[in-house]
Each structure stands twice: as structure tokens, then as C-alpha cells.
């Protein structure tokens, strides 16, 4: 038997037979191959699907090794092992390709993927979106009833793990919400569903993928962030969620503004609004339209700026919008005048952009202290940059005040960057400042 080396090498070490090997995919993904299609794998065939890194995943959990695709099929053309799952159909089955790859294939561990996606690999997945034709979800009529009450109780823990980012952050919750991911896609692919019920599940994969997506990039960890990202893109086009789809490309977007790619940027979350369908008005058209201007401000077009700002204004008032989406309860008055606070900071207008960051702090209150924090630090620097040393040690130390709740790499950059700013003058009161942010970026 002329084996592939590296298969019949794991399987020695594990004292495995090929049925065994079977018998734990199985396990992993009920029913998804006869117990002989390891046999032809050994002789050199090659799994379809998403089965090769679901056989890496078997074997590197079982040996507590690494165990990559391209170890296993050096000279098969399979698709690349973290990310073979982008090339999947946008289609039900489609989805649970992808949603395999997060779950008990390479992207389970956040390992095997470390360059983030730019250009067509983000944009060509946006215009995806955009273009292919909603279909209707399908239910799935083998395995154990999923009840609408499980459902119920899968919105509410996103809800409750929306509030605990929003607190908290960190990898703690990053894990946290991968776990039920985990959970949501068990019962995607093994539970029995009818139509409507598949169509809230699949909504609830897409929420929990964009909260961990989100998370991820917020932490630093971009390229894992753009899957999550765009597996939930995938699985709310599945549920037919045009509004959160489109949420999810405005959030691909912003992340690409943390990456300085600006144009990029612009191009998504004109996708985004492009495709978010549903009538004009109510906070998540306005929330689309905030980071548009956001992307203009950061091209350094002021007069698009201004025109995307004066829309937000127009789109809140039009709309009580009572009917907003769960997942938009962030989206408040006081998010956006800070963002548009940052917007003018961002076009080098310090004066006006204190003026809307200080009414969007004064209208947050307690909430939301990520945001707070990170909009305190924008209201420091645009004082610095009106000379204002007092005013700006002042919000510096606001914003040290509520460092020490959260955990967020996007925050701690943005510390770093205001201290070097204060650390541009020699005043006293500015090098106490810099050693407290240096203090604070040490603990």
C-alpha cells in the first residue's frame, strides 16, 4: 500500500485503525463519511469539503500536535486550510462549511491564520453579499427538535454577552462567545429545526460571530477578527438578516480604518449601505451613515464628511424607530455626537470636534465605558492640539480612571498614542501626565 506518509504516520502513533480515524470524524461531524473512506485516503485520495481540516483537527487534538492540511495532502490542490471555507457557496450548506472551519477545523484554536485579508479578499466577499439573491432558509428534519424556547434563550445570552463586551472586553469574553458559537453551530448542524426556527438560529450564529469578530479585532487579533466577520456575513445572508449583513461589512469597514487602509474602507461601507435594504431612517441607517463620514474624515474630505453627518442628524429625527434590531442598543444619541466629535478631529477641526465629543460624553453618563474611555482620549487630544494642556491632562486622566475595567488593545494603542502627544511638551504638568500613561500601559 503506497500510503500518504504523514496520515499513516498519525494513525501508527495513535495505534489507530482507518475505521477508527471513521469513527472519530464521525463524532465530530455525525454521519459525514463511511467508515472506509480513510482507506482510500492512505492509498492517496483526497477528503471533499471541509473534511481535510476536520482530519487535521481530529488528529492534532488527539495527538496534541499541530497536524496541518498541507501536511497531510502536501500535493492536492484542496483549499488553502484556514480559509478554504471563503470559497464555499453562498448557500446553506454553504454556511455550515464555513461554520465547521470555526468549530472543529483550524480556525477553532484562533490558530492557522495570521495574515489578515485586504483588498478583493474583504471586498470581494462584501460585494458577494451584496449581489447573490436571498433564498429561503431551509429547516432540517433529522436529529433532536430545537424548540423555539432554545432559541429564545440563545438571543438572550448574545444580549448578555453584548453588555458583558461592553463592560468587560477581552479574551475572556472572547472565549466566552466562542464556546456558544460552538454551541449555536452544534444545533445548526445535528438539531431538527423547521424553516423559522433555522432562520432565528442562523441569525443568532451571525450575531455571535460578528460580537467575536469584533472582539477579535478590538483585541488586535485582525486577521481572526475578519473571519469571524465574514462567517457571519455568510450567516446572515443564510437568516436573510439584511440589516445585520450590512452591519457586519460597516464593521469590516471600520477595521479597516484601524488599519490606515481608508479607501478600502470607504469602498465597504458604501457596500454596506448599498445593501442594508429596509426603509430610510432609524439608527442603524444612521450608524452606517456615521462611518461613512468617519472614512470620508479620515481621506480627508471635509465637505463628504459634513454631507454624511448632516444625514445622521436628518436619519434620527425622521424615524422613533421602534422596530431597531437588538443588536443596535449601542447605536444612542450620545455615540453619535462622539463619533462625529472624532470625525472632526480626524478632519483637524479640534474646536468643533470638542464641542460634539464633550455632548457625547455628557449624554453617555454611565454607560457604555469602552466608548467613554475611548472618547475621552479623542476630547484629550483635540485639547492638546488647541494648546489646551490643562483641559487635556484633565480628560487624560478621566480616561485613566476607566482603564482599569476594561481590557482592549484598541484602547491601549490609543493610550499610547496620546501619551506620545503629550510627551511633545516639556511642561511638567504634561511629563506627570506621560509617566501616569506610562504607568497605567505597564500595569
Not at 497536524?67 to 450548506?93: F, V
Not at 462584501?126 to 424556547?149: C, F
Not at 466562542?178 to 426556527?197: C, E, F, H, I, K
Not at 445572508?237 to 452591519?247: S, V
Request: aromatic content about 6%.
Amino acid at each position: 500500500m503506497n500510503e500518504v506518509p504523514v496520515l499513516g504516520d498519525c494513525l501508527k502513533r495513535l495505534g489507530w485503525s482507518p475505521d477508527k480515524l471513521a469513527r472519530e470524524i464521525n463524532r465530530v461531524r455525525p454521519n459525514s463519511i463511511s467508515p472506509k473512506a480513510p482507506y482510500g485516503w492512505l492509498k492517496g485520495s483526497t477528503p471533499r469539503g471541509s473534511l481535510p481540516q476536520i482530519v487535521a483537527a481530529v488528529l492534532s487534538h488527539h495527538l496534541r500536535e499541530t497536524i496541518t492540511t498541507e501536511a497531510l495532502w502536501p500535493t492536492k490542490a484542496i483549499a488553502p486550510g484556514a480559509d478554504g471555507w471563503l470559497q464555499q457557496p453562498w448557500s446553506q450548506e454553504g454556511t455550515w462549511e464555513g461554520l465547521e472551519s470555526f468549530t472543529v477545523g483550524p480556525l477553532r484554536s484562533g490558530l492557522g491564520v495570521s495574515r489578515p485579508l485586504s483588498g478583493q479578499g474583504l471586498i470581494g466577499p462584501a460585494v458577494d453579499w451584496l449581489t447573490t439573491p436571498d433564498a429561503p432558509v431551509g429547516g432540517r428534519p433529522i436529529g433532536e427538535v430545537i424548540s423555539p424556547q432554545a432559541i429564545d434563550v440563545l438571543t438572550d445570552r448574545v444580549t448578555q454577552l453584548r453588555r458583558l463586551d461592553d463592560a468587560q472586553g477581552g479574551p475572556l469574553v472572547l472565549d466566552w462567545i466562542t464556546q456558544d458559537l460552538n454551541w449555536a453551530a452544534y444545533l445548526a448542524r445535528n438539531g431538527s429545526y423547521d424553516p423559522l426556527t433555522g432562520q432565528r438560529l442562523h441569525s443568532v450564529l451571525a450575531e455571535l460571530a460578528q460580537l467575536a469578530g469584533w472582539l477579535a479585532c478590538d483585541l488586535g487579533r485582525n486577521a481572526l477578527g475578519q473571519r469571524y466577520l465574514l462567517f457571519g456575513l455568510r450567516a446572515a445572508h443564510t437568516a436573510n438578516n439584511r440589516a445585520l449583513g450590512a452591519n457586519i461589512v460597516s464593521c469590516l469597514s471600520y477595521q479597516a480604518t484601524w488599519r490606515n487602509a481608508h479607501e478600502e474602507a470607504l469602498h465597504l461601507i458604501k457596500i454596506s449601505r448599498q445593501g442594508v435594504g429596509g426603509p430610510a431612517g432609524g439608527v442603524v441607517h444612521a450608524l452606517l451613515a456615521t462611518r461613512q463620514a468617519r472614512a470620508h474624515a479620515q481621506l480627508g474630505r471635509l465637505d463628504d464628511c459634513a454631507r454624511a453627518l448632516d444625514e445622521v442628524a436628518a436619519l434620527i429625527e425622521s424615524t422613533a424607530d421602534s422596530a431597531a434590531p437588538s443588536w443596535a442598543y449601542w447605536v444612542t444619541p450620545a455615540v453619535l455626537a462622539a463619533d462625529a466629535g472624532r470625525a472632526w478631529l480626524e478632519l483637524d477641526r479640534p474646536e468643533v470636534a470638542e464641542h460634539h465629543l464633550l455632548r457625547g460624553l455628557q449624554l453617555f453618563g454611565d454607560a457604555q465605558p469602552r466608548n467613554r474611555l475611548l472618547h475621552t482620549m479623542s476630547l484629550a487630544e483635540a485639547r492638546l492640539r488647541q494648546r489646551d494642556l490643562d483641559g487635556a491632562a484633565v480628560a487624560a486622566r478621566r480616561a485613566l480612571a476607566l482603564r482599569p475595567s476594561l481590557d482592549s488593545g484598541r484602547a491601549r494603542r490609543r493610550m499610547a498614542g496620546l501619551r506620545d502627544e503629550f510627551e511633545r511638551s516639556a511642561s511638567p504638568l504634561a511629563r506627570d501626565v506621560t509617566d501616569e500613561i506610562g504607568a497605567a500601559l505597564t500595569a
